[in-house]
């Protein structure tokens, strides 16, 4: 709290006794003093004595009257009576205290600077350890003033500090205080607390004295001039301006002070016409709160938002008047910032954080106008108030379609049906839903009668006022009386809840407000399921699961659904949960019924699994836009997995939630999901596996098999291999059965690679503990399968193919014949190539030469492509047909000639048919003819021209654009077509011929020329 030293100003006038009632508002009643101490000061006794009809008066005309209208009512107040209504006008519970100096009356507490502190620091926990350590002195209560001074212990770093502090009060209110202390907040300072409490907790240890004015009004004139004249000797320096400049202007008759009776008295209490209320520093409110909205979220602004929030809601609980003043404060630093203009100009959205704000913000405001407690006068202030705000441009718009109304559904019906609307006792007339409403009234009448129940139970509300002792707060009002008998709180606040959730409501527009419909569902969910449920809540529980699948169209569980209603996924899991040991039967029901998510069916399905229902959109021809859609499909799968793990065991009801499943829900990665839960639980470690569960995990797998098979997922080779996992487990025949039924539920190239490849190896084998029947059936299947993938997808499946039909010789001639046939015009030299390979490593060097030459007729190497990937393939071919004779090197050279226009490559070959005579390896009894091939014959003649054919070509091409950096790189290159050249008889003249040719061509190259001259003349 901003405590300010000046001492503030006095609330009313008071006036000598005998003045006229004519006098101005402020004047003393006329009426003598009476002399005389009052009643004793001490609020308690050790002794049980009965409280005193002047006490006990006292008290109440302290707690409801300002003291003037006392004055005002009695011409003469005995001096005992006012003593004894000063004393008890001084606050008596410590609880408002303690909310005007922390942010909360107990449990965690944060300070303002945004982050967790220790609590012994918080003001109100200093000020009573200030009080306990004797830090309080010179307490003074003079009227409705008290005073005194507060020490601070010195402490390593700072030195001892002495404040001095003063409150005044009206009417059991603190209403002003101030401290030399010089802090500012928005709570008061811990010594404000320490004498606030000295005087709650001993108040027989203060001095009292009536207001100053009663002690005036004593003194003949002797007295007054002695008493003005010392109080300035005593503040000379402060108070001798002040006191010369009221001299003048008394003395001055026509003066402005003249013209009023009486003079003000800081400590004679409140007029009539004064304000009761404790006092709240509204700078320091506004500057905090500007402060906090300036960080933007940052450093804990957002949670120290919420904390002020908090204190509202803790004033109004206590029907404090400060808490509509504090939200006023507040909210015109929220319509102030910036932050709306600028997000307004650009055309964003607020973020979630500050919408949840302006939320918090609209839900106190509703609280209270909504206030019965509140006058229609201070209504209508508010009412004005709200539509100023309302009426700025900056101010935002709630996001959702409130208060619209619902066309009449008696029209949307299917024909036929009109009953549906008469089974339930309510219908549903209007878009907006109970839950998730601006005012949120199932939350707000929840924690209502909770925390009235719990009260009950309880005993009354304990509150500590930290000196140790225990206080019982009394309620309000007799709430027990609204019961009937049998009845409590805590059943009609879970009765309440559940009505609010079941009831069917249409999902609004717009992100942020279908987010805060799924928050609030989850926010009451969580406060429901701190309620300790036993026989009677269950009673309630059964009641109402039976009445939200009977009702019409009232009930989101009910047999009437519209397409746009929001669905009862989470609220249903609690049901089922909640329900599942009492009466599994009806838990099901339930679950089953909330599966439902009729936003994303084509068309309408006939019903739940036995009972029909209708699905009805409430606005033709729209298919909304769920921003929520992902989050409600999870909450839809987590139902479905708590209702799997729930049913295990039990075939029938598996057998149910499966139908369920694959009816409900439409995405592949929740039904895998679905799928791998099953597992999981059905193969636990500390048991044997559930088969039937297994089945059922098998089955789903299957469905995500069969809806991902035409639809990209990144998943997907992460499910196939699941699923085959799965299947292993299940048995042989499910592996067997996924194989005879693949081109429903994998791509051939899944089939081949992953399906049939994984329950071929000797994993599965052991796995599984087959015998050599069951083997070969598995591996005639696999077969059959390779070789209808190969058929289907050669370029993909036929080395697989070949791979799975090694052992049967039939099935290997038949997939290497489909790769022959696809050769032509279907398959890649890649995948050629790599066929070839794998042949020859299996002993077939004819069959991979065949599908060599297959594949180099695919191929196509320019000049300059000398790191092609498909190069080694090319020199293997040349070796293996040189491996294999003269005649099929002879008829590979002309492919090589074709395919390859890249000299160093073709370089590359000639010398690697030169080395070695062919036929080094005689294969199928050929026999090695022993001599090396004539360069000058077929067909390395046609190899060796076509080499320096492709050196002239690549110069040529390369001289076009190079340049200087590229001179002794062309050199070099010049050199290696020097040494193919000289390899034919007439080479050298040749390479003269060309080098000279180059000279002539290119004689403006004159650097690179003369480069040319000195390495080749």
Known sequence: MAERVQQPPAKRLCCRPGYNTNCRQGQRAGGTLCGGSGAAQGGSSKTQTPESLLDISARKVAEKWPFQRVEERFERIPEPVQRRIVYWSFPRSEREICMYSSFSTGGEESGTSGEN??????????????????????????????????????????????????????????????????????????????????????????????PISETLFQMNRDQLQKFVQYLITVHHTEVLPTAQKLADEILSTNSEINQVH???????????????????????????????????????????????????????????????????????????????????????????????LWDELGTLWMCIVLNPHCKSEQKCVWLRQLRRWNSIDVCPWEDGNHGNELPNLTHALPHGNPELLHKGMTSVTNMEGWVGHPLDPIGTLFSTLLDTGRGDEEGGNAFLDFSGTPKRLEPLFPAQHFLDDGQSFVALAVETALI????????????????????????LLAKLQEVELNDALVKIFRKQAVFLLEAGPYSGLGELLYRESVPMHTFAKYLFTSLLPHDAELAYKIALRAMRLPVLETTAPSGDLSRPHHIVSMVPNRYPRWFTLSHIESQQCELASTMLTAAKGDGRKLETVLESIQKNIHSSSHIFKLAQDAFKIATLMDSLPDLTLLKVSLELGLQVMRMTLSTLNWRRREMVRWLVTCATEVGVYALDSIMQSWFTLFTPTEATSIVAT?????TTIVRLHLDCH????????????????????????????????????IAFETAYQIVLDAAVTGMSYTQLFTIARYMEHRGYPMR????????????????NQDTHPAINDVLWACALSHSLGKNELAAVIPLVVKSVKCATVLSDILRRCTLTTPGMVALHSRRNSGKLMSLDKAPLRQLLDATIGAYINTTHSRLTHISPRHYSEFIEFLSKARETFLMAQDGHIQFTQFIDNLKQIYKGKKKLMMLVRERFG
């Open 758 to 762: 994984t329950v071929m190896s000797n």
């Open 848 to 863: 991979a030469y065949k599908l060599a030459t297959l594949a180099m007729a695919h191929l196509n190497l320019s000049y």
């Open 262 to 356: 009486g003079a003000p008295d800081p400590t004679a209490g409140a007029s009539v016409d004064d304000e009761n209320c404790w006092h709240l520093d509204e700078e320091q409110v506004q500057e905090q709160v500007k402060l906090f909205l300036s960080q933007g979220g940052y450093h804990g602004s957002g949670k120290q938002l919420n904390l002020l929030f908090s204190k509202v809601r803790e004033m109004l609980k206590m029907r404090d008047s400060n808490g509509a003043r504090m939200l006023t404060l507040i909210t015109e630093q929220f319509m102030g910032d910036p932050r709306l203009a600028l997000w307004r100009q650009q055309g964003t959205t607020m973020t979630d954080k500050y919408r949840q």
């Open 117 to 210: 502190i220790d609590e012994t620091r918080l003001p109100f926990r200093r000020g009573i350890a200030l009080l306990e350590s004797g830090c309080v002195d010179n307490v003074l209560q003079v009227g409705f003033h008290l005073s005194g001074t507060v020490t601070e212990p010195a402490t390593p770093s700072e030195s001892e500090l002495v404040c001095s502090v003063s409150v005044s009060f009206d009417r059991c209110k603190i209403t002003a205080v101030t401290c030399s202390c010089g802090n500012k907040d928005i709570f008061y300072c811990a010594h404000v607390v320490a004498l606030a409490l000295y005087r709650v907790r001993k108040p027989e240890q203060v001095k009292l004295h009536l």
């Open 500 to 523: 609010g959730l079941g009831q069917q409501r249409v999902m609004p527009d717009g992100l942020y407000a279908q987010e805060k419909v799924c928050r609030n569902e989850e926010q």
């Open 774 to 809: 069951q083997q070969e059936n598995l591996a005639s299947s696999a077969r059959t399968l390779a070789l209808q993938c190969a058929m289907k997808d050669p370029q993909n499946c036929s080395l697989s193919a070949l791979t799975l039909c090694e052992k049967d010789h």
